[in-house]
C-alpha cells in the first residue's frame, strides 16, 4: 500500500518562502511528482524527482530524499497566484501515481 | 489543439441510473487514467490504460468499468449509481507510462452528485 503525508494547510506572505513538506512509505518507487492545482481547476505538473537532490525550475524547487522517504517543495518569492493546492505524487514500480490529500497554500498580501 | 476534453461538465444523478463520463485526448497519448478527488482523500485511482486495447484497476475500481477502443477515447460508466460515487472525476493522458517525467495531463474534470 501507500502512504503519503503531507500538512493540510499553510500561510504565508507575499514575497515570503514556504517549504512544503511530503513524507511517503511506499511499497515501490519509481519517481515523485510535485503537482500544482488552483480551486475548481484541474491539477498541472511541476516537478519530477527520481534521484535525491534538489531540482530548480524559476521559482519553484524540489527536494527528494530516498533514503528517508522524504521530499519538498519550495517555493519562493510567493505571488498571489500562488495560493493553490500543491500535490505530492509517488509513481510506484507498476507506473501508477499515488497522491497525498495535498497542501492548501494561501498567499496574503 | 484541445488537449484532453472531459463532458459532461457536471451532473446531477438519481441513484440506480447508468452513467458514462466520457474523456477524448488529442495528444497522442498511449496512457489514460481515470481519477475521483474528494476532500480530504485527494485524487485516488479508480482505472487505468496503459495502451489501446488494454485496461487496469486502479486503487478504487468497484461500482466503475472502463474500455479502450482506440488510442483517444477512455470512458468510464457507473452501472449503477450510488451516492457514494458523489465526486469530482479527472480524465489525465500521458505519453508513455512510467518512462522517465511521464508527466500527466488532467482535464477539466466532471462535477458528479448522486443523490
Known amino acids: 500500500g501507500q502512504n503519503i503525508d503531507q500538512p493540510t494547510e499553510m500561510t504565508a506572505t507575499e514575497g515570503a518562502i514556504v517549504q512544503i513538506n511530503c513524507t511517503y512509505q511506499?511499497?515501490?518507487?519509481?519517481?515523485l511528482f510535485w503537482y500544482q492545482q488552483h480551486a475548481g481547476e484541474a491539477p498541472t505538473f511541476l516537478s519530477y524527482?527520481?534521484?535525491?537532490g534538489l531540482e530548480e525550475k524559476g521559482r519553484f524547487s524540489s527536494f527528494l530524499s530516498r533514503s528517508k522517504g522524504y521530499s519538498y517543495l519550495l517555493l519562493k518569492e510567493l505571488q498571489m497566484k500562488d495560493s493553490a493546492s500543491y500535490l505530492c505524487?509517488?509513481?510506484?514500480?507498476?507506473?501508477?501515481?499515488?497522491f497525498g490529500a495535498g497542501t492548501t497554500v494561501t498567499v496574503r498580501a | 489543439i484541445a488537449g484532453i476534453t472531459q463532458a459532461p461538465t457536471s451532473q446531477i444523478l438519481a441513484a440506480g441510473r447508468r452513467m458514462t463520463l466520457r474523456c477524448t485526448q488529442d495528444m497522442r497519448h498511449n496512457a489514460m487514467y481515470w481519477y475521483r478527488q474528494d476532500l480530504g482523500l485527494g485524487l485516488r485511482l479508480i482505472h487505468y490504460s496503459n495502451t489501446a486495447g488494454t485496461t487496469g484497476k486502479g486503487e478504487v475500481p468497484d461500482g466503475y468499468s472502463v474500455s479502450r477502443a482506440n488510442t483517444d477515447d477512455f470512458p468510464l460508466t457507473l452501472a449503477s449509481a450510488v451516492p457514494s460515487q458523489t465526486s469530482v472525476y479527472f480524465c489525465a493522458s500521458s505519453e508513455v507510462a512510467g518512462i522517465g517525467a511521464d508527466t500527466q495531463y488532467f482535464g477539466p474534470g466532471t462535477r458528479l452528485t448522486v443523490l
Open positions: 524527482n527520481v534521484l535525491d
Open positions: 505524487a509517488v509513481r510506484d514500480n507498476d507506473y501508477k501515481l499515488s
Open positions: 511506499t511499497s515501490g518507487f519509481n519517481g
